[in-house]
């Protein structure tokens, strides 16, 4: 009966159909499952370069590329944090792994028979750090004899490595308990001889380690790129490559390198001079709304000019890299969550920063006093109130009041070494630099009360009363 069934189609017409049937069985690529699931799966690490949190969520160069990435194919980012580079990649080709790892990553003829890079989107220099007043290194012959360090698992161990072939009296150790950070802590604070890192990464950090210095390239610029797993569905490799070619074309790429690398650190100390000039041609014109908002907040009006400053240079039509605007630097969730409808508008930026500070300050532990209540304000303004927590869950788990500045701000820093960040909830951060904010802002706080005192009586500074004879000799030294 069967057999007549088939005799009455052609044998065409039946290879048609199995082929047919076959096709309708065809699993789908790695692109259309994450396009069906609806999310993009991306592991990275937790380091300046790479993904951290700020005041403002999350960013870092690879986490607004994967997030651009993901918005184009119309799903949403799941983002993960692995401590190490051999896990990393491990992670890849597991059956429930991450699609796709965005985090920094050079391209490596070692690791190309376990896993795909994907297209070339910065270039970086492999480099030799030492520390200011020692001997410059200049050829790999000068690092015979030193303790050198660098990552475990990265293309820069796989590089020395290499070269031991011809220097055989090249030594240098593998950690896997550090990062890049760590390892240019290790250089500054002269524990270690030198490190091999990358020039990105040097150049975000070095504000924070003013001693390292670049001694030589180890080798000519490498290619950084994403890390796909090794399988035969090439589907979300075009993608990439795709994607990479579009961010390039219409500056999308230039305008992120920029924004990340192209400008100089926000805490680089501006000079008395530079204050007392500011102070003369800049601040008259805020004073008004500064003491409104003092007023109105029930805060020391110097303490909200400080601020602006620090943020600012009291300059209202200011705007950083990362698209924050005014006199208090506002970024549009911060306006919008304040009231604030123009940031350029010196008034609204200056009682929308006040009223935010009032908001931060009124989320800390009512065990906080004055006046460390408000450097706690001052640091989660800058750094986040997540951010500041884990700071003093760590001083209190080393037997340290949380609830003192002093012994707080020598645990923010700990933020940002990888044996402290991966036991806190929110992870990295650049713990120094709240540091430096509160105390840049306590410094300019006390200028301001040492030149206004013998005015405080008589309300506003005019352009002969706050130039003080001597200002610049006689600025207070430290806090």
């Known amino acids: 009966m069967h057999l007549n069934l088939l005799r009455k189609f052609p044998f065409p017409a039946i290879i048609a159909l199995v082929v047919a049937m076959l096709a309708g069985c065809e699993q789908p690529s790695r692109l259309e499952q994450i396009q069906d699931e609806g999310i993009l799966r991306v592991v990275t690490r937790n380091t300046p370069t790479t993904y951290y949190q700020d005041r403002h969520g999350d960013t870092g160069l690879e986490y607004e590329l994967a997030k651009r990435f993901a918005?184009?194919?119309?799903?949403?980012?799941?983002?993960?944090?692995t401590t190490t580079l051999d896990d990393l990649y491990q992670q890849l080709n597991l059956e429930e792994?991450?699609?796709?790892?965005?985090?920094?990553?050079?391209?490596?003829?070692?690791?190309?028979?376990?896993?795909?890079?994907?297209?070339?989107?910065?270039?970086?220099t492999p480099q030799v750090v030492y520390r200011r007043g020692t001997r410059q290194p200049?050829?790999?012959?000068?690092?015979?004899?030193?303790?050198?360090?660098?990552?475990?698992?990265?293309?820069?161990?796989?590089?020395?490595?290499?070269?031991?072939?011809?220097?055989?009296?090249?030594v240098f150790e593998e950690s896997d308990s550090v990062e890049v950070v760590d390892l240019l802590r290790l250089v500054n604070d002269d524990e270690i001889d030198h490190a091999v890192v990358y020039s990105n990464e040097l150049v975000v950090n070095q504000a924070f380690y003013p001693a390292v210095r670049v001694?030589?390239?180890?080798?000519?610029?490498?290619?950084?790129?994403?890390?796909?797993?090794?399988?035969?569905?090439?589907?979300?490799?075009?993608?990439?490559k795709t994607f990479f070619e579009t961010i390039k074309t219409d500056g999308t790429l230039d305008q992120l390198i920029e924004r990340f690398y192209g400008h100089s650190d926000v805490l680089d100390y501006v000079g008395a001079r530079s204050f007392a000039r500011h102070m003369q041609q800049r601040l008259p014109r805020f004073e008004t709304h500064l003491r409104q908002a003092g007023d109105q907040y029930a805060l020391d009006w110097r303490m909200l000019a400080a601020m602006a400053y620090q943020e600012s240079l009291w300059d209202p039509d200011a705007r950083s890299p990362t698209g924050v605007r005014g006199l208090m630097m506002l970024t549009l969730p911060t306006a919008k969550f304040v009231g604030v409808t123009n940031?350029?508008?010196?008034?609204?930026?200056?009682?929308?920063?006040?009223?935010?500070l009032v908001w931060v300050r009124d989320q800390l532990s009512t065990d906080i006093p004055e006046p460390d209540r408000t450097w706690f304000a001052l640091a989660a303004y800058n750094v986040g109130l997540?951010?500041?927590?884990?700071?003093?869950?760590?001083?209190?788990?080393?037997?340290?009041?949380?609830?003192?500045?002093?012994?707080?701000?020598?645990?923010?820093?700990?933020?940002?070494?990888?044996?402290?960040?991966?036991?806190?909830?929110?992870?990295?951060a650049r713990g120094a630099e709240p540091v430096h904010y509160v105390q840049n802002i306590r410094r300019y706080h006390e200028i301001l009360q040492w030149v206004t005192q013998p005015h405080a009586e008589t309300g506003s500074l005019s352009d002969s009363e706050y130039h003080a004879p001597g200002i610049l000799e006689q600025l207070p030294q430290g806090i």
């Open 138 to 170: 200049r050829n790999l012959e000068d690092l015979y004899g030193k303790r050198i360090m660098v990552l475990r698992g990265s293309a820069l161990a796989d590089q020395l490595r290499a070269l031991q072939a011809e220097h055989p009296e090249l």
């Open 386 to 428: 997540g951010h500041l927590e884990d700071a003093r869950i760590l001083t209190r788990n080393n037997g340290r009041d949380p609830n003192r500045w002093i012994d707080v701000k020598d645990h923010l820093p700990l933020l940002s070494k990888k044996q402290w960040y991966t036991k806190t909830r929110y992870g990295y």
């Open 97 to 124: 792994g991450p699609d796709l790892a965005a985090a920094g990553l050079t391209i490596n003829p070692q690791r190309e028979d376990q896993v795909r890079f994907g297209e070339p989107y910065l270039e970086v």
């Open 343 to 356: 940031r350029i508008d010196p008034k609204q930026s200056i009682f929308g920063g006040a009223r935010y």
């Open 71 to 81: 918005d184009s194919l119309n799903v949403s980012l799941e983002v993960t944090t």
């Open 215 to 240: 001694g030589f390239d180890l080798d000519s610029p490498r290619a950084m790129a994403w890390v796909l797993p090794l399988d035969e569905d090439d589907s979300l490799q075009q993608a990439v």
